[in-house]
């Protein structure tokens, strides 16, 4: 028989005890030590379920009590919710280079291009402002129809009494307005003239600009002929005859706006040449005054047989404030225009 071993000191009982004591794990200190205790296969929902079983994050209070254990030389400690950046992160080569601050103005590199030339076409607001003249003159047109075919008809006519038809209100109102358009589409005229024959530049940075106050200083001129007719007509002629050359010349303004509007749209939108444009307005002109003369002759000077008189009345209501309008609108549009 085999004796038994010395060194060996334990005993059969004592390990019997060793190994039946249960092992109760720790808590875990970490993350890794919860993912761990998981299989393997454990998703990560589970995973981040498991952590948060483990730990329960809580709100941090940092204390309000000044820091006095700073070492002697040195500043006080700061806040820790205050972040400051050190000046030496801040500064780069490229520091004071306007391309890292977008919040500065700053002038782009390179060399400016042609600016593109202005056209009316383009205009939004010209165009709009033909686009409502052609609308509402529709408009006016189908109010004041009879009265303007009657007048046209009758126009080249000797007038006797029965002939003579008064307009209504609504009537009135779309000759206004005709005379109105009439007014806008000369300055527009006019605006073509400068462009082609004075400068193509103006001190405006808008070209409408320019053909508002061109409109503003005809359609003034207009409105001033009206009161300078009334005064001489009131002092030299009767009463009922003024009353018929002031709806002519409402007739005569309507006439002028019917037959530049086309020509307008065919400058602005099919870059007619601008010299047919002028010629076709400048015989408009000549067309509307001879009508102007006739019906004066007609309606003032016929029954009294006086024939020079007529010319002396037609140049001075007529053909004076018309150069008197063109001296003025050259001296503002030289004054108005940039020649290089």
């Known amino acids: 028989m085999l004796t038994k071993d010395s060194i060996l000191t334990s005993t059969p009982a004592t390990d019997l005890i060793a190994d039946t ?26 995973q ?15 204390s309000e009590q000044p820091d006095t254990l700073h070492l002697p030389g040195h500043d006080k400690g700061h806040n820790p919710r205050e972040i ?24 782009p590199f390179g060399v400016a291009g042609d600016p593109v030339p202005y056209n009316i076409s383009n205009d939004n607001v010209i165009s709009s402002i033909l686009l409502g003249c052609f609308i509402i003159s529709l408009l006016a047109f189908a109010t004041s129809k009879n009265y303007l075919v009657y007048q046209i008809r009758k126009f080249f006519h000797i007038p006797r009494s029965e002939d003579i038809k008064t307009p209504t209100s609504s ?46 200083i005809i359609f003034v001129y207009s409105v001033l002929k009206y009161p300078l007719y009334t005064l001489v007509n009131y002092t030299f002629f009767f009463g009922k005859n003024n009353g018929q050359w002031l709806y002519t010349m409402l007739l005569l303004y309507a006439i002028e706006g019917a037959l530049l509007f086309p020509a307008i749209l065919f400058q602005s ?32 000077f016929r029954k009294n047989g006086l024939f020079l008189q ?31």
């Open 21 to 46: 004591v249960v092992r109760q794990p720790a808590k875990p200190q970490t993350p890794y030590q919860v993912l761990q205790l998981l299989p393997k296969d454990a998703t990560p929902a589970q």
């Open 48 to 62: 981040d379920s498991a952590i948060q079983s483990w730990f329960q994050p809580g709100e941090i209070h940092y």
């Open 84 to 107: 400051r950046i050190p000046d030496y992160n801040k500064e780069s080569f490229l520091a004071d280079d306007s391309l890292f601050h977008p919040e500065l103005a700053h002038e």
């Open 171 to 216: 009537e009135v109102i779309a000759l206004m307005f005709f005379a109105f358009q009439a007014c806008l589409l000369w300055a527009m005229a006019y605006f073509f003239y400068v462009k082609a024959y004075v400068a193509d530049t103006f001190i405006f940075e808008e070209e409408y600009l320019f053909i508002g106050l061109i409109f503003l």
């Open 269 to 300: 939108y099919f870059e007619a040449p601008p010299q047919n444009v002028i010629f076709y307005a400048v015989l408009v002109l000549f067309l509307v005054k001879i009508c102007t003369f006739y019906k004066c002759y007609v309606i003032f």
């Open 310 to 340: 007529i010319f002396l009345y037609f140049c001075t209501l007529e053909i004076i404030p018309l150069l008197a309008l063109w001296g003025g609108l050259a001296i503002i549009s030289n004054a108005l225009t940039i020649n290089y």
